[in-house]
């Protein structure tokens, strides 16, 4: 029988095995030779400066409506009626910019009452809805 010094003498292996790490190395390096040509912006496009200072001249209040749980209805705090609210809506349709209708419905108030609303709002040709909530329960 032959006795071989280098072999397998049953205590922990000393040596790092690196192939697995080689193996990551080579497919991260691939991956970032193909995606970095990719990074640069090919189009150039002049983009617009930003003045900050400058005052926002495209603000419109919003539309507050308020809903309460037995269909009653408020704009602005104070309450309209369905043809009332229908008016509003075709009014500030045509303005430009349009504002936004911001709609606060009691919590247990039922669909169809803000069902109408929605579809009144779409009719009127409003189209940015906002929904009120809390961000406690």
């Known amino acids: 029988m032959a006795m071989s010094t280098g072999g397998n003498s049953g ?3 000393s040596e790092i095995n690196v192939t697995p790490l ?3 190395m080579l497919v991260l ?3 970032f030779m193909i995606t970095a ?3 640069s912006h090919r189009v150039i496009v002049p983009l617009p400066n930003a003045n900050p200072k400058a005052p ?3 603000y419109v209040e919003p ?3 308020a809903l309460k749980q037995d269909g009653s209805m408020y704009l602005n705090d104070a309450e309209v009626t369905e043809a009332e609210l229908k008016a509003q809506f075709a009014v500030a349709a045509s303005k ?5 209708i911001q709609l606060r419905a009691d919590k247990d108030t039922e669909y169809k009452y803000v069902r109408k609303i929605l579809t009144d709002a779409k009719a009127a040709g409003m189209v940015h809805v ?3 909530t809390t961000g406690k329960e």
């Open 11 to 13: 205590g922990p292996m």
């Open 29 to 31: 390096l691939i991956i």
């Open 37 to 39: 040509p990719l990074m």
């Open 56 to 58: 926002d001249t495209g």
């Open 96 to 100: 430009t910019p349009q504002p936004e």
């Open 63 to 65: 539309m507050d409506v």
């Open 22 to 24: 080689v193996d990551v």
């Open 130 to 132: 906002g929904f009120m």
